[in-house]
Nanobody, 119 residues
Framework: QVQLVESGGGLVQAGGSLRLSCTTS???????VGWFRQAPGKEREFVAA????????RYGESGEARFTISRDNAKNTVHLQMNNLKPADTAVYYC?????????????WGQGTQVTVSS
């Protein structure tokens, strides 16, 4: 059974940093993992994704420049380093696993972690 658990969210002031972690269990070693976020009243948006080897990375518009995704397969963990946070980054952040590795079929999801950026 595949499970994903996010951690590292919290309250931070604008300009600050947070590092989110997604710990996976089950048969996820060769899965791509991505981060998404959803703010109140808005649609879920893609933030970043990384292949299982870590050799392919994509960022959405919301993740470019200020965010960095990485993974440690030995620890079954994917991180999202977020720097220079802005109030517009306030959202619930979800990690998801793509068993096809194509970045197009995220079929397993975590419960999410809240990130709140104060001005």
């Amino acid at each position: 059974q595949v499970q994903l658990v996010e951690s590292g969210g919290g309250l931070v002031q604008a300009g600050g940093s947070l590092r989110l972690s997604c710990t996976t269990s089950g048969r996820t070693l060769r899965y791509a993992v991505g981060w998404f976020r959803q703010a109140p009243g808005k649609e879920r948006e893609f933030v970043a994704a990384i292949s299982w080897r870590g050799d392919s990375i994509r960022y959405g518009e919301s993740g470019e420049a200020r965010f960095t995704i990485s993974r440690d397969n030995a620890k079954n963990t994917v991180h999202l380093q977020m720097n220079n946070l802005k109030p517009a980054d306030t959202a619930v952040y979800y990690c998801a696993a793509d068993s096809t590795g194509t970045f197009m079929n995220f079929d397993y999801w975590g419960q999410g972690t809240q990130v709140t950026v104060s001005s």
